[in-house]
């Protein structure tokens, strides 16, 4: 059988200073995978490559970049190929929801019918295009960019972040919903494109772990109880359980690595079980 074959690759890590990406790229580390840990705060991405150089001794690097802005990547790319070399591997991490383009109702009843401001008809424009933009023209736009080098070497890797609600949208969070279920067509669509070219694209589809970005849907900030919602969700995880950070790193790894060689254009669902539940 293969080996992983990962240990001296560069991966480009998007998103890199959230708890989430952070956690993927130090157990990228531990498989040797150099890491460009890429943010909007670089205070923040600089922390997770002092982490990972200090305690798994591989070469990483934190880079401010913004996801939304070409000339952006571009420099980062510049860096990158200065202190690392050139791109093996592209984890598109950078994304998240916004509150005000989220609908307070899970449906429209009596009640709300004089409180239209807290059901679709009160998001907010402007936070919905943030969303759409961030998850799914923050996916393109990396892509775009960091993959050029693979193309060169005819080999590579890219790893989107999908979600359970890609697959069946959640209430409450239509742009979110609507910007995920973007990243499953594109990546198949990407999939095919570089299927010519060495170049393989999946995706994970993530259950439910506790975030920065959904915690205020989960929990209740007063009692620090479970809100209604949580309580749905983890009654039909079949595991009974958020999902923790490095348990999306074993999927990723695979997926980057050369026992997954003929495999493009997936998304694999990394949920405890939740997808394949009906309730019942």
Known sequence: MEKLNLTGKVAVVTGGGGILCSTIAKNMAEQGIKTAILDLDKNKAEKVANEIRKTYKVDSIGVEANVLSENSLQNSLQIIHQELGTVDYLLNGAGGNSASATTKAEFITDDYINKLEDTFFGLQLESVEKVFSLNFQGTLLPSMVFSKDMLKKKQGGIVNISSMNSYSPLTKIPAYSAAKAAINNFTQWLAVHFSKTGIRVNAIAPGFLLTNQNRFLLI?????????????????????????????????????????????????????????????
């Open 220 to 280: 209740d900030e007063k009692t620090g109880e479970a809100t209604p919602r949580g309580n749905k969700i983890i009654t039909n995880t079949p595991m009974q359980r958020y999902g923790e950070p490095e348990e999306l790193s074993g999927t990723i790894l695979y997926l980057m690595s050369d026992w997954s060689k003929f495999i493009t254009g997936v998304v694999i669902p990394v949920d405890g079980g939740f997808s394949a539940y009906s309730g019942v």
